[in-house]
């Protein structure tokens, strides 16, 4: 409606509520500000709440305080006779009401609905907007005491935050002019303190979600490494035919399927960790211990992580499988870098004389950068392409068109058996650096180029780590769909 519109009808409309009260059908485009200034004094101003409600499992707006079974959001409302514009969006749809203290208590909605709520008063604006659900969430739920959020288990603890430890914060990729418009997460302190005796806490950010980290300390130092939780899905793994300086095992490409999720570090191993569990630094580049460790080999880190095990009680150590690290790597993409179709040596750390596709040359450094560097993937894994190559679990496995189910190359005692490694590094072209490239080493090799990043599962006392099993993976349905 017009504003010329608007100040002819709000008279006629104030005029009617004062003749016949609240049997008025108040129209949704009433304007409470107008109406309050219109109709003047009378009766106070009502305090109203918003609450949630456990038994109905809804948002309600009442005119008492929150009772039992429910949990107030925010200070009470001031509502005057210019009683309360509701608007709702679900699904795409949006329905407009006025309210008047005689409609109350009003359901808005239900706390498992994805909708947004608008509640205008002629004093305040108030918006209800749905919470994303944190990445890595095993629990997610919001009930009459608030929301409440689990993470996966890892050392045998639970991570748990109540709502005291929650709150809501607009998402850094928008404005604050439009939030809070459906773009609410949430930011939590790390739990804390841990159960008695666990190097383990947890914690949540708004860009990426949940996290976990360890700190190690020995008389050889100390470092503390975080860990991002990649949850089950299913990509597709490999190049089409058409990218740019593809080979030929990089296809056919293929839906895998991930049916467990698993805690990965969000860096390559730096130099304090490794020195800090094995006593030593065995990297050519040093003089900050955040630098990726590096002439490691395949074997060297399987030292490493059995060492690691007996620091983290309750925990398995291991590298990514082939499948997990290109799945953590592409983070949702489907591009040949995580970051798009092409990059930039501010974005990954190769040899900038050798960019990509026909993309301009760039800055060569020459040597590896402390980890955290250079920008993170969508899923807060940081230099997954460049700067070090990364070890895998496995041999390289060729690919066939059929979907699989956590698939592994094969894995041998044999010397001569080659292990995986990705990522591209410091002193490769950037096409190395791509998502699908598949690459191989004997595993008894080290270079100042190549190192590695762990990943971490929960198990329970006295269970025996599992060893990648070196199978090709179970097919699942028919053309080539991921399985559900």
């Excluded at 806490?201 to 939780?229: K, Y």
């Excluded at 501010?346 to 450094?365: C, I, L, M, S, T």
């Amino acid at each position: 409606m017009g504003a010329a519109q608007a100040e002819v009808l709000h008279p006629l409309l104030a005029a009617l509520l004062r003749a016949f009260g609240e049997r008025v059908a108040v129209p949704a485009w009433a304007d409470p500000a107008a109406l309050a200034r219109l109709l003047g004094g009378g009766r106070p101003p009502l305090e109203c709440w918003l609450v949630r409600d456990v038994a109905s499992g809804g948002l309600l707006l009442q005119a008492q305080p929150a009772g039992a079974r429910q949990s107030p959001l925010g200070e009470a409302l001031r509502v005057d006779a210019g009683g309360v514009r509701l608007q709702i969006e679900h699904q795409g749809t949006r329905s407009a009401r006025w309210l008047s203290p005689a409609d109350l208590p009003q359901a808005l909605g239900a706390l498992a609905e994805r909708s947004q709520i608008r509640l205008d008063t002629s004093a305040e604006s108030v918006v209800l907007a749905p919470v994303e659900r944190p990445r890595g969430a095993a629990g997610w739920q919001c009930g009459g005491h608030g929301l409440a959020l689990t993470g996966p288990r890892l050392g045998g603890v639970d991570a748990r935050w109540e709502e005291s430890a929650l709150r809501a914060v607009a998402g850094s990729s928008i404005p604050p002019a439009a939030a809070p418009a459906r773009a609410w997460q949430l930011a939590a302190e790390a739990v804390g303190p841990p159960p008695a005796g666990s190097p383990f806490r947890f914690g949540i950010d708004p860009e990426f979600g949940l996290w976990a980290e360890f700190t190690v300390s020995s008389g050889h130092g100390s470092a503390t490494q975080r860990l991002r939780w990649i949850e089950p899905g299913s990509f597709r793994m490999g190049s089409p035919e058409s990218e740019p300086e593809r080979l030929d095992n990089e296809g056919p490409r293929h839906w895998v399927t991930l049916t467990r999720g698993f805690w990965l570090a969000d860096t390559a191993c730096p130099q304090a960790l490794w020195q800090a569990v094995m006593g030593a630094n065995p990297s050519y580049f040093q003089g900050d211990p955040q630098r990726p460790v590096e002439q490691v080999s395949w074997h060297e880190v399987q030292g490493f992580l059995r060492a690691l095990e007996k620091l983290l009680p309750g925990c398995e150590a291991a590298l990514p499988t082939e499948a997990q690290w290109e799945y953590a790597c592409r983070a949702g993409s489907e591009t040949p870098f995580s970051f798009g179709g092409n990059v930039t040596p501010e974005q990954v750390n190769y040899d900038g004389n050798f960019p990509y596709a026909g993309g301009a040359k760039g800055w060569y450094r020459e040597k590896t950068v402390p980890v955290k560097s250079l920008p993170a993937n969508a899923w807060g894994l940081y230099e997954m392409q460049g700067n070090v190559s990364e070890w895998c679990a496995d041999g390289p496995r060729a690919y066939d068109e059929r979907a699989q189910q956590d698939p592994t190359g094969l894995v041998s005692g044999d010397e001569g058996a080659h292990r995986a490694f990705r990522g591209g590094s410091w002193s490769d072209r950037a096409g190395w650096a791509r998502s699908a490239l598949q690459l191989a080493l004997l595993p008894g090799l080290r270079f100042d180029d190549l190192g590695f990043r762990l990943s971490l599962r929960s198990i329970e006392p006295g269970q025996v780590p599992a060893p990648v099993q070196g199978r090709p993976g179970r097919p699942a349905a028919p053309g080539g769909r991921p399985p559900h």
